[in-house]
């Protein structure tokens, strides 16, 4: 047993770094590139998204700027396990260490690598590889090309779309608040009053211009004036208000009970119920299994399965039942507020020790989603 959790340890802690080297590899290209290439988490796919755009500046005849991306970062990503990876280290290498790239054993890694490379030294891999067709025709265009055939040129300047500037830095200052007109300010302040104007705590405007504003700006980079939208949400508010007193005038009562008195039959007022879901979980008296039950139909709480990246180092051994992972969810009535976010909190809370009791490394949170009723949730390992 002491053998079986020494290697486990030894695991997580390589699992755990991998995890930091491929974060630093997107953190990196995400920076250098910007958003068009921050599609998935995945490291894998956002380096296929770079070799896409690597793509397009060679298809074009444009140069590609090399040595924005940090030399160290671009080493991890020559040694990753993954072929797309490596493919997209060496073309961004510098030329000196591209060299051992040559022996890699996907076809792609090493004609990447051998566009960059003397003809001697890629002759030299064409008998490792006498079967890579590919490499073949690269020494034949590099064997041409040192004969004195020309290269066409091009009639186009090196591809510097920013300038000096990384792309990921200048497409966060791609958008202002001027691409904004007052009506859609004004639209959005309306739409804003519809959903969160019945909550009865107050001073729900500056928070939800403050969410609104940062929401935008990290999912599409435009950047709304916070000021702006809360000065359309205080006016709507005021409309509404002003609505409402009008109908409590001297004229408004008058004509209220003269249509009263002719009516044939008495009604009775109906009464609004007030109860509130959210609150009667929140002060329920129940068990972690019992809560996490009840909040997830309450929520309506989509599942799915473990990632493969964290499923294969789960702790419960001997185990076969199937654990499923909160995804996203629902907020009631789309109103968020203080008692939504503490059942959030305890929701997670109750999950994270029931996992903790069955041996498993899981351990849940949960943010705002894309949209302003709906919540997501981030599983990580402890």
């Not at 695991?11 to 953190?27: D, L, N, P």
């Not at 003397?118 to 490792?128: G, N, P, Q």
Request: with cysteine; glycine share 4%.
């Amino acid at each position: 047993m002491h053998l079986k959790l020494e290697e486990l340890q030894k695991v997580v802690k390589k699992t755990i770094k991998e995890e930091q080297r491929h974060s630093a590899i997107r953190e990196e290209l995400f920076r250098v590139f910007g958003p068009p290439v921050m599609i998935s988490k995945n490291h894998e796919k956002v380096a296929e998204a770079v070799n896409e755009q690597l793509d397009i500046c060679e298809s074009t005849g444009r140069q590609i700027q090399r040595g924005i991306v940090k030399t160290s970062i671009l080493v991890e990503a020559s040694v990753d396990d993954s072929a797309i990876v490596r493919k997209m280290a060496a073309r961004l290498l510098p030329e000196k260490m591209v060299v051992r790239l040559l022996n890699d054993p996907s076809s792609s890694v090493r004609c990447a690598a051998a566009k960059r490379c003397a003809y001697s030294l890629v002759k030299e891999s064409i008998k490792k590889f006498p079967h890579d067709d590919q490499l073949k025709t690269i020494v034949r265009l590099k064997k041409l090309q040192e004969a004195g055939l020309p290269t066409p040129k091009v009639n186009d300047e090196p591809f510097d779309m920013y300038g000096e500037e990384p792309l990921g830095d200048a497409a966060r200052t791609k958008y202002s608040d001027k691409d904004f007109s007052d009506e859609w300010y004004s639209r959005l302040a309306h739409k804003l009053c519809t959903e969160y104007g019945k909550n009865l705590e107050g001073n729900w405007e500056e928070t939800i211009a403050t969410r609104v504003a940062a929401s935008q700006y990290s999912v599409s980079g435009a950047k709304i004036d916070r000021e702006k939208l809360l000065k359309c949400i205080y006016d709507c508010v005021k409309e509404r208000e002003d609505a409402i007193l009008g109908e409590g005038s001297l004229k408004a009562i008058a004509k209220r009970l003269l249509r009263e008195a002719h009516m044939d039959d008495a009604v009775m007022p109906l009464i609004e119920d007030r109860n509130d879901p959210v609150s009667d979980l929140l002060e329920s008296n129940c068990s972690s299994a019992k809560y996490v039950e009840e909040a997830e139909k309450l929520f309506s709480v989509r599942k799915s399965t473990v990632p493969a990246g964290i499923k294969k180092y789960r702790l419960g051994e001997g185990s076969h039942k199937e654990t499923l992972i909160p995804v996203n969810a629902k907020v009631p009535g789309g109103n968020m507020n203080v008692t939504v976010e503490n059942a959030l909190d305890r929701y997670v809370d109750s999950w994270n020790k029931r996992q903790a009791l069955e041996g498993e490394p899981y351990r849940l949170s949960w943010g705002l989603g894309a949209a302003l009723d709906s919540v997501s949730f981030n599983l990580t390992l402890k």
